[in-house]
C-alpha cells in the first residue's frame, strides 16, 4: 500500500461542474497537506496547502482535511478547461519545514467545454 | 530569475555515463529537495537539504545516486554509470523558511535524462 493513495482516474467533468479530487494517507503522524497541478510536460505547481482539520477556500478551489479520517480533498468550482491537469496530493510527516513531502500518483482531471 | 532553475533541460546518455543535474534554487529558500518522477507517477524523494547539510538522503535508489549542495545554494545531481533506469524527470524543488507556509514546495522545470 502506498503511503499516499489517490485515484488515477481519468475524471471528466463538463465545464461549469464541481470536480472533486480524492485523497487517503496512512501516516496518522503527518502534519501538512498539499495539492499541487502538474499539466502534461510541466512540473508541479501549487495550489493548495491545508494544516488543520476543516475547509479551507481560495477562489473556485476549496480544500478539506479529515484528520481523523485520514483524507484530504479538493474540491473545483466552475471547472474551466483550464483546469485540465494532473492533480497531486502531497503529505509531509511534520509541521516544522524539514522533512519531505511524499506524493501520490495524481488524479487526471478533464473538463470538457 | 525569481524561480527555481534547472539545467540541462533535456540530457541523453548512453548508458554507462555519468550525468550532472544542475539546481539553482529561488533566493532566500534554505531547504533544497530531488525528486524523479516516471512517467503517470508521483515524484519520488531522493534526497534533502537544509543549507548545505544533507539531512536525508533515503530516496536515493543506489550508491551511484549522490548530492551535493556545498554552499547552501546551487545544488547537483549526479548520477554515475547511468542505466536505462534511471531515464526519468528529475525535480528540484526550494521551500521557504518557516512559517506560516511550512513545507511548501517550488519546483524547477525538471531535467528530463534519457539514457540509451
Known amino acids: 500500500q502506498k503511503e499516499v493513495e489517490q485515484n488515477s482516474g481519468p475524471l471528466s467533468v463538463p465545464e461549469g461542474a464541481i470536480a472533486s479530487l480524492n485523497c487517503t494517507y496512512s501516516?496518522?503522524?503527518?502534519?501538512?497537506f498539499f495539492w499541487y497541478r502538474q499539466y502534461s510536460g510541466k512540473s508541479p505547481e501549487l495550489i493548495m496547502s491545508i494544516y488543520s482539520n476543516g475547509d479551507k477556500e481560495d477562489g473556485r478551489f476549496t480544500a478539506q482535511l479529515n484528520k481523523a479520517s485520514q483524507y484530504v480533498s479538493l474540491l473545483i468550482r466552475d471547472s474551466q478547461p483550464s483546469d485540465s491537469a494532473t492533480y497531486l496530493c502531497a503529505v509531509k510527516g511534520r509541521i516544522t519545514n524539514a522533512g519531505k513531502s511524499t506524493f501520490g500518483d495524481g488524479t487526471t482531471l478533464t473538463v470538457k467545454p | 530569475g525569481a524561480g527555481v532553475s534547472q539545467s540541462p533541460r533535456y540530457k541523453v546518455a548512453k548508458r554507462g555515463q555519468d550525468v550532472a543535474l544542475r539546481c539553482d534554487p529561488i533566493s532566500g529558500h534554505v531547504s533544497l529537495f530531488w525528486y524523479q518522477q516516471a512517467l503517470g507517477q508521483g515524484p519520488e524523494f531522493l534526497t534533502y537539504f537544509q543549507n548545505e547539510a544533507q539531512l536525508d538522503k533515503s530516496g536515493l535508489p543506489s550508491d551511484r545516486f549522490f548530492a551535493e549542495r556545498p554552499e547552501g545554494s546551487v545544488s547537483t545531481l549526479k548520477i554515475q554509470r547511468t542505466q536505462q533506469e534511471d531515464s526519468a524527470v528529475y525535480l528540484c524543488a526550494s521551500s521557504p523558511p518557516g512559517g506560516k507556509n511550512t513545507g511548501e514546495l517550488f519546483f524547477g522545470e525538471g531535467s528530463r535524462l534519457t539514457v540509451l
Open positions: 501516516d496518522r503522524g503527518s502534519q501538512s
